[in-house]
């Protein structure tokens, strides 16, 4: 590989600084932590010559297999990745020897991709490719400077590769325990969100429907509205969780994402107080609308609404990742975690007769949100 060349920011006439993005289609959320990277960086250095990869390993069979993988078990088996993620986070050690197993392919898988790209940066959003990259790092085989972004507000053994130049991450108490599990300049970054996801946004009120929708007029009115999610592919218990917002007297509108089951089950209801959205690139803008963001999920949805200045709501999360986003976000006074349906119908309710309660966590949100990410890249950029 080639050695880095250093770079200057945006108006320096600098060189060319070839950026390497990688990012994996596991759920969509290492992909949009990726491509808003990509897009701030392509920016901040005009110059630059920014790559995006959308890979596990580099090998487009192995990438397949990994992604249904995870679908098919996240939506029939969510139980079991819980346990698996659990146990290998109290066991540290365990993980890193799954992690070792799993390395040299991912290494190998990368190595076609490394040479067509040559670059002097590599910026990569998912644990598995980025222990790839840090195997190549110690075997002296890749000289770019290589940073790992964890994408969730937890951090789990298997983000922390300690071959790496830089971990980032979202939360003090993450960076703490990666500090603990062995990363090396760890650094406190603002999630990568895209640049639709800010606090303009906030203050528009967007239809809660797609344009033409006629039953728009119908939608009750008075109480405040609630935004429901699984992320990309309706992961979780939604359906229980819409029920509870319903029951908690507010309005719901219900992202299906690819879910499409799920999509037809809720739109069959006919329920002028339920609004059912599928695949939509509207998320931004529904979000300004609500007045909670409420999500099964992980982390990049609940960092999407704290960057737009959402209060955000984990509802019965989905074990493993998204437990642990909770936990994380509660902590740090930024969510409100609810483990059941019953706390979520709970919790919507007092937030809806408290408006004090809703603005002091939009208050966080936007606190949270008003660091600056381009300043943290630019750093980078002198770093390389």
Not at 98 to 112: D, E, H, I, N, V
């Amino acid at each position: 590989m080639r050695s880095p060349r250093r770079v200057l920011p945006r108006g320096s006439g600098s060189a060319a600084l070839r950026v390497l993005l990688l990012s994996a289609p596991v759920g969509e959320g290492h992909v949009a932590a990726a491509r808003a990277l990509a897009a701030r960086m392509r920016t901040l250095w005009p110059h630059a010559e920014v790559s995006e990869v959308e890979t596990v390993a580099g090998g487009p069979r192995r990438t397949a297999l990994l992604t249904g993988a995870y679908q098919v078990v996240m939506r029939w088996a969510p139980g079991l990745y819980g346990v698996a993620y659990d146990v290998l986070g109290r066991l540290p050690r365990v993980a890193v020897l799954f992690q070792r197993l799993g390395a040299p392919a991912t290494a190998r898988s990368l190595r076609p991709v490394l040479r067509a790209h040559a670059p002097d940066l590599v910026v990569c959003t998912y644990p598995v490719t980025t222990g790839g990259l840090a195997l190549l790092r110690r075997r002296g085989e890749l000289t770019a400077r290589t940073v790992a972004v964890v994408t969730d507000p937890a951090v789990h053994p298997f983000w922390i590769w300690p071959d790496v130049d830089e971990t980032w991450t979202m939360l003090d108490s993450a960076a703490a325990d990666a500090r603990r599990l062995g990363a090396r300049d760890v650094r406190v970054v603002p999630p990568a969100v895209g640049p639709r996801f800010g606090p303009s946004g906030a203050g528009r009120k967007a239809s809660l429907l797609p344009r033409g929708d006629s039953f728009d007029a119908f939608l009750p009115r008075g109480g405040i509205t609630v935004l429901v999610t699984g992320g990309s592919l309706g992961f979780g218990s939604l359906e229980a969780v819409t029920d509870a917002v319903l029951t908690a007297g507010a309005r719901a509108v219900v992202l299906a994402g690819r879910n499409d089951d799920l999509h037809r089950r809720l739109t069959a209801r006919h329920d002028l107080r339920l609004r059912v959205l599928g695949w939509t690139d509207r998320v931004p803008e529904e979000m300004a609308a609500a007045d909670l963001v409420l999500t099964t999920g992980g982390g990049m949805i609940a960092a999407e609404a704290l960057a737009v200045g959402r209060p955000v709501l984990f509802a019965t999360p989905v074990p493993g990742h998204g437990r642990a986003a909770a936990r994380a976000l509660a902590d740090a006074g930024l969510a409100v975690a609810c483990p059941t349906a019953d706390d979520v119908a709970r919790a919507v309710a007092a937030l809806a007769a408290d408006p004090r309660r809703r603005d002091e966590l939009a208050r966080a949100a936007r606190a949270f949100s008003a660091r600056d990410l381009d300043a943290e890249l630019t750093a980078l950029a002198a770093r390389c």
